[in-house]
């Protein structure tokens, strides 16, 4: 199985932020994306995982491989961390729950509603449902928010022994995981070239 994006254009509102970016991520390979704040890094990561569409190019992966990971951690406050992961488990068909709880050493918290979590600890659980979705593909925008060094630590663990079952992650942080085996692509270079003033159309996407 093979991740390989090709000449990738991608919008945000309307205006567009990349143009042709392309590369190949294979079983066992994490791929972090670099640039400053507001490039499109977000935006590249919804396109690639399916959550909207590109202006051009194309992604040689369907998103039934993938699993995302934004901003927001997806857990219900109502309900446990063991019955959060066990929501997800069933809705990816899998029995990875206990496998996700000892990746990000959530055992201690297992029957505490997860509206009572720190912060911290809320980013883990929300992390955690990568484990428990069996994709091969981890699409992961800034994962570490909110967590502390012994967390980062912790996920970084996770994605390497994600990577060495032959996985896949694609990752946009600002933070140094460890993983020096990554590769790190620079979005700068990609950034869409802003509309010529008569391009009277182009001015108003």
Do not use: C
């Amino acid at each position: 199985m093979e991740l390989t994006v090709t000449d990738l254009a991608v919008a945000r509102g309307g205006v567009p932020v990349l143009e042709g970016v392309s590369f190949t991520l294979s079983g066992g390979e994490a791929l972090v994306l670099r640039g400053p704040n507001g490039i499109g890094k977000t935006t590249l990561l919804r396109t690639v995982a399916g959550l909207q569409p590109p202006l051009a190019g194309h992604v040689g992966l369907d998103r039934e491989a993938m699993a995302y990971a934004g901003h927001a951690d997806g857990i219900k406050a109502t309900l446990s961390v063991r019955e959060n992961l066990t929501f997800w488990a069933d809705v990816f068909a899998t029995d990875r729950v206990g496998e996700a709880l000892a990746a990000f050493e959530l055992e201690p918290l297992a029957d505490r509603f997860a509206g009572n979590l720190s912060a911290g600890q809320k980013r883990r659980l929300g992390l955690a449902r990568m484990v428990v979705t069996g994709r091969p593909v981890w699409v992961l925008d800034e994962p570490t928010v909110s967590l502390d060094v012994d967390a980062v630590a912790m996920f970084a663990r996770a994605v390497r022994a994600h990577l060495g079952g032959g996985g896949m992650a694609l990752l946009a942080t600002h933070i140094d995981l460890g993983l020096d085996e990554a590769r790190v692509l620079n979005l700068a270079p990609f950034r869409a070239r802003a509309p010529e003033p008569d391009d009277f159309d182009g001015a108003f996407l």
